[in-house]
């Protein structure tokens, strides 16, 4: 199914924002994750982008990406989980560089136009996958469970869900409704990831410039979940929420002091992972 409206495109393009993101990463002797195909998969749109931001202001995407790593490879994959999803996966590419067993069935969802891109790059590069995956262009917002059915995803069993860099540009709406589905078909023993934001960051002055950046550039962030914990508490599912500067999610790197949790009218970015009946 083709979704490329002028918005689906735009929101497109910051998925080669978070891979030029990856690859200056990627260049640090102190760097948190290696990732040899991004500058690639960036090209000069992503740089473009990236010349425009400091370190800092994208430093948030790198803590994230290796969260996220570490929620997989430190997680679930020794726990067990040999099916991952990583939905709007963009040009991510841990199917390729995390340490995966070759028994694992991995699912990569986003627009077909970004992963036909992904695809290019990857298949020039010679890359392979470190177990089996399929990459399924579909619209998020509308069916996509029938596709990862087909495409041989086990319901029955469970698996390890990503949703990285992506609910932000949804409307309340859609992202409980995605989040809302994918909780519910989960069985037992799932895990899931995702990062959020709550919605004083929408209308803080702290964060006012970046969500206006976001904006002007055409990929307005404008969902928010003010308790994702509790959201995924009322739907059977055990979560924590570590806010942007927590400890076990700065790698000694985020300069500032943490936020204290849940202030009202804070605002927070949160790296969310839960576990389904635990
Ligand atoms: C900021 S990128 C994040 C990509 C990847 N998860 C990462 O962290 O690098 C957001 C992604 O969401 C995808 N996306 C946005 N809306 C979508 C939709 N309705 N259906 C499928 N993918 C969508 C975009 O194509 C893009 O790849």
């Known amino acids: 199914m083709s979704v490329a409206t002028s918005a689906g495109e735009l929101l497109a393009s910051t998925a080669r924002w978070t891979a030029a993101v990856r690859a200056q990463e990627s260049e640090r002797p102190d760097r948190l994750l290696d990732d040899p195909w991004a500058a690639e998969l960036a090209g000069t749109e992503g740089f473009a982008w990236l010349e425009k931001r400091t370190p800092e202001a994208v430093l948030p995407m790198v803590l994230r990406t290796r969260y996220f790593d570490d929620f997989l490879a430190q997680g679930a994959i020794p726990d067990g989980i040999r099916q991952v999803v990583v939905m709007a996966a963009g040009l991510d ?10 028994a ?7 627009q077909p136009e970004i992963l036909a891109h992904k695809e290019r790059v990857l298949g020039a590069a010679g890359a392979r996958p470190k177990c089996a995956r399929h990459a399924l262009g579909v619209d998020l917002t509308g069916p996509w469970a029938d596709a990862l059915m087909g495409a041989g995803f086990a319901p029955l069993e469970p698996a390890a869900w990503l949703l990285e860099g992506f609910l932000f540009y949804l409307s309340f709406q859609d992202l409980t409704t995605l989040l809302d589905q994918v909780l519910r078909m989960a069985p037992t023993g799932s895990r899931i990831g995702f990062d959020i934001i709550n919605s004083a960051t929408l209308t803080s002055p702290f964060t006012r410039s970046w969500v206006d950046m976001q904006a002007a550039s055409g990929a307005p962030w404008i969902g928010a979940l003010d308790d994702p914990v509790g959201f995924l508490a009322e739907r059977g599912w055990t979560a924590a929420a570590v806010p942007l500067g927590a400890e076990e999610a700065s790698y000694s790197r985020w300069p500032y002091p943490p936020v204290p949790a849940a202030l009202p009218g804070v605002p927070y970015l949160w790296f969310v992972t839960g576990q389904k009946g635990k």
């Open 104 to 110: 694992t069935r991995w699912f990569e969802l986003d």
């Open 93 to 102: 590419t841990r199917a390729f560089r995390l340490e995966v067993p070759a």
